[in-house]
């Protein structure tokens, strides 16, 4: 595998351990929220809500973990991208499940509290891409030994947590009451 496109997964791998350290906190901040936003989606037998909504801030960040470490523990982060692609496979597939439905209202809980998300093809698309790279990564297990390498990847991976960040923030305000007053002015048309 050439240089470039080992730093590249790398870097997309640690930002995405990012991604998944800070829901897995916000997720965990907002605990007794989250039973009823994994509770919406209605896709789990009543018994199983608490329990998956208990343990997914500490899956998130385990994997989160994992995958910033990935420079340093190669066989976790691998551990890390496989199962953090699957999670984002899964969320996207619960979404798309639920827009099928006609349930595109509830919130995505994708650890935006002050910032309400419902559901949308463009979020269900954002967790494939997302997937993708961490597949790779966890398939090619690219190994970095070069010192500028490395900075390079972190540098891509802080890209990457931020580009998320923006798109999520974007996407959020797009579906919010302050979205109205964002449009440009539209001045009436003369017949």
Do not use: K
């Amino acid at each position: 595998m050439g240089a470039l496109l080992a730093t590249l997964l790398l870097g997309f791998a640690m930002g995405a351990g990012l991604i998944f350290a800070f829901a897995g906190i916000g997720h965990w901040r907002h605990r007794r929220l989250l039973g009823g936003v994994v509770g919406n989606y209605r896709l789990l037998p009543d018994g199983l809500v608490a329990p998956v909504a208990a343990l997914l801030p500490w899956g998130e960040m385990a994997m989160g973990l994992a995958l910033v470490s990935a420079a340093f523990s190669p066989l976790s982060g691998r551990a890390g991208a496989l199962a953090g692609g699957g999670v984002l496979l899964l969320f996207g597939w619960a979404m798309a499940v639920n827009l099928r439905r006609g349930r595109g209202f509830i919130d995505c809980g994708c650890g935006h509290a002050e910032l309400r998300q419902p559901l949308s093809w463009m979020l269900v698309v954002r967790n494939l891409v997302l997937a993708l790279p961490l597949l790779a990564f966890a398939a090619l297990g690219p190994d970095l030994h070069d010192g500028l390498a490395l900075i390079a990847a972190m540098v891509a991976g802080l890209a990457v947590w931020l580009g998320y960040n923006l798109f999520n923030a974007l996407a959020a305000l797009q579906s919010s009451p302050l979205s109205v007053s964002m449009h440009p002015i539209r001045l009436p048309t003369r017949r």
